[in-house]
Structures are given as C-alpha cells and as structure tokens.
C-alpha cells in the first residue's frame, strides 16, 4: 500500500515538473523567437518605451535599463527606471502616476519585468526640478 502511494506521489511530482518544464522552454522560445523576428535586441525596453508614449503622451521619457546593477544575466531585461513627464499627471496624486504607468505596462509587469523604479513628474514639477534621483546599490535580493 505505501509502495503504491509513493509510486503515485513520484508520477504526480514527475508529471508537474514535465509541464513546468515544457512551460518554461515555451515561454524563453516565445520571447527569443518575437525578439529575433522583429530584429530588437531589447524587446522589453522597447516595449515599455512604446507603452508609455502611446497612454500617456510624454514630452519627456527615459527607460533606463538597471539590470546590469544586479545579480541577473548579462543581457538581461528585469530591472528598469523610467522618467516620465506628462500632462497626463495634472492635478494626479504620486500614487496614482504609479498607477497610470502600471497600467500602461500591466502586461510586462506580469511577465518580464522583476522590478520598476518611477519617476513620474508633471512638466512644470519637471522644470521645477529634473532631480530623478539615484538608483540604489543591488541587496543581492535577500534585503541583508
């Protein structure tokens, strides 16, 4: 009886490992195969780059790409900064500037993107100051 029991827990864990595998190896071909069709070496930056000057129309927008900063991949596409200047945000709390952005990029929040830095001004906040601050030292992820 317990034989059979492991037997079944070994298929189930077997099993679950072949989809996350399978899932895995179709998710990097999907970004691979879409990245080298369209010829773009950063397919993630563009994207946000795109994203945010379709919603919100800026006069102003960098999207910094700070992965290399931390332990990730050479090459990698996690880790962003983006300054935004808009008129969008007139008369808009902070927070919900962070909002309008994470909209405009919900898809690559969902996937590709680990981590977000923004720096959301209106253009006279932007003409006030065009401090957008320094991106702090990587923690090596475990906040130590």
């Known amino acids: ?23 895995t190896r179709s998710s990097v071909f999907r970004e691979k195969s879409t990245s080298t069709a369209m010829g773009d070496e950063k397919p993630v930056e563009t994207a946000i780059h795109k994203k945010l000057s379709e919603a919100l129309k800026p006069e102003h927008l960098e999207v910094i790409n700070e992965s290399y900063m931390h332990n990730v991949p050479k090459g990698t596409e ?9 008129s969008a945000f007139e008369n808009v709390k902070r927070i919900d500037k962070h909002k309008l952005v994470h909209k405009a990029l919900q ?18 906040e932007w003409e006030t100051s065009k401090d957008v601050g320094q991106s702090p030292a990587c923690r090596g992820g475990a906040g130590l």
């Not at 996690?78 to 808009?86: D, L, N």
């Not at 898809?107 to 006279?124: G, R």
């Open 1 to 23: 009886m317990a034989s059979r029991a492991v037997s079944s827990l070994f298929r189930f864990i077997h099993s679950s490992a072949l989809r996350t595998s399978s899932l």
């Open 78 to 86: 996690s880790h962003f900064k983006v300054v935004i200047v808009s």
């Open 107 to 124: 898809e690559e929040l969902e996937s590709s993107i680990h981590a977000l830095s923004i720096v959301a001004k209106t253009p006279q």
